[in-house]
């Protein structure tokens, strides 16, 4: 076990009554020697904090699955690794009932084999099981695992016996593996699962990347029943190049999806923010905007009804630099407040979970000129506002006609005059706004499904809006 590490803890004290729990401060862990990323972490209920990531490894050319435990301060107390022999990646975590269930793929040394595996670890980083899941012609990862009721599921992909590519690989775990099952999803092109969770219906639901054509991809949904059999398939579409990173279920039981997508005026990626209805019917897709470069959503949190964090990266102009980007917005997907930590090198954040002091812990990794560091992350940013309370309502907005002719004129209920409406695309393209009044006029409009928000004294409403060829 190797625990050669640096540590750069900054700590600032806002008001005498903060606790140094509450401290923010930054962790990097790593040598010069070395290369290692952090893909999570979580705080228990005694303040430590557990950090998950891989480390080079001191046994063969490859990775290990690396566990840190980490005091509210930002220091280390301990760190072990875990080796199978071959070299691992860890891609995702739970904490349940007292163990680390960490999943990810397992690859051969020198020859093509991956397996997706399932390590489990106690809190005190003793190795309870490591296993692993695959065919020795194909392989297999697994991207995401997600606590249910009764057990645990995982997702990520399998390589495709009927056409190119990968396929969806979805495996559910019972408790004691009893009533465990397994699927292997998709369709005829790379389509591979980025992340999974259980909704409060006891279905599942996952997200993904399939590809559209030789170069674009696209981000989907699927709901799935107990026994992963798909419900309801909604591909995020777009003409321009993307892909989802993750999702969580909110406490309003919405499906909030987040990830990397090019726009109509850049091929560079924005941060994109998607809401979905528990039944799969694709709400809204909004852009998180910032520069011409590139910038992607890998991590997402619900800190309290309507409030929500991003994290992943963004090009800090500043800086000059691609650093750590951690984001703030509200119920709607709409900016409030952001905040950009790394160095001089690409740095890059793949999970953001609340702390127990309000604040957050943001997990990824920090480059150097020959080696990149796991970096551990606690800090603060405002929230949308009204964030110790449920989020106002959405209500869904009557709108006639509907389907409407291209260039119609549209009536909404007369509660909504005066308010402030937008008209976006299925991708979160604004194609026209103004104020409501009768009738409301959008303009010429091409064939196909939009939607109207709608925004007045605290309220909002939204409706989806077809424009019919007649």
């Not at 695992?145 to 997702?155: H, K, P, R, S």
Request: with cysteine.
């Amino acid at each position: 076990m190797r625990s050669a590490f640096s540590l750069l803890a900054t700590i600032f004290f806002f008001q005498n009554t903060l606790t140094s729990q509450s401290a923010p401060f930054q962790l990097i862990y790593g040598n010069e020697d070395s290369q290692e990323v952090a893909i999570g972490s979580i705080q228990v209920a005694d303040g430590s904090i557990y950090m998950v990531g891989n480390i080079q490894s001191d046994t063969t050319t490859g990775q290990d699955v690396l566990l840190v435990k980490v005091s509210p301060m930002g220091e280390v107390i301990w760190s072990k690794t875990y080796d199978n022999g071959q070299s691992e990646f860890a891609q995702d975590f739970i904490l349940k009932n007292g163990q680390f269930i960490i999943a990810g793929e397992s690859n051969s040394i020198g020859v093509f084999d991956k397996n997706a595996f399932i390590l489990k670890v106690d809190t005190d980083g003793n190795l309870l099981a490591f296993s692993l899941f695959g065919e020795p012609s194909l392989g297999e990862q697994f991207q995401s695992i997600a606590a249910t009721e009764t057990g645990y599921i995982a997702c990520g992909y399998i390589s495709s016996t009927t056409g190119i590519g990968n396929d969806v690989y979805v495996r559910y775990f019972g408790a004691g593996l009893v009533d465990s099952w397994e699927k292997v999803l998709g369709v005829p092109v790379n389509d591979i699962g980025m992340s999974v969770a259980q909704l409060p219906n006891g279905n599942y639901v996952l997200c993904g990347d399939r590809l559209v054509d030789s170069v674009t991809y696209n981000a989907f949904v699927m709901i799935l029943d107990h026994r992963g059999e798909v419900l309801h398939e909604t591909v995020i579409a777009s003409p321009h190049n993307g892909g989802s990173k993750n999702l969580i279920v909110s406490s309003s039981g919405d499906i909030l999806v987040v990830g990397e997508m090019a726009t109509p005026t850049s091929m560079a990626f924005d941060i994109f923010l998607a809401k979905i209805s528990p039944q799969g019917e694709l709400l809204w897709v909004n852009y998180v905007p910032s520069t011409d470069a590139s910038d992607a959503g890998f991590g997402l949190c619900e800190v309290n009804p309507g409030s929500l964090v991003i994290t992943g990266y963004s090009y800090n102009e500043a800086a000059a630099n691609t650093d750590i980007v951690a984001i703030s917005v509200d119920s709607l997907g709409l900016e409030v407040d952001r905040k950009y930590f790394g160095g001089p090198g690409l740095d890059i954040a793949y999970d953001v979970k609340p702390s127990l002091s309000g604040g957050l812990l943001i997990a990824g990794k920090t480059s150097f000129t020959s080696h990149q560091d796991a970096i551990l992350i606690h800090d603060f940013l405002a929230l949308a506002t009204g964030t110790n309370a449920s989020a106002p309502q959405i209500e869904k907005l009557d709108i006639s006609p509907n389907p409407a002719p291209a260039g119609a004129a549209l009536h909404l209920p007369n509660a909504w005059l005066g308010g402030e409406w937008q008209l976006v695309d299925v991708v979160g393209k604004k194609m026209a706004q103004g104020v409501v009044n009768q009738p409301l006029v959008v303009g010429e409009l091409p064939a196909g499904t939009y939607f109207l928000w709608v925004k007045k004294a605290g309220k909002a409403g939204v409706g989806k809006l077809v424009v019919s060829r007649f």
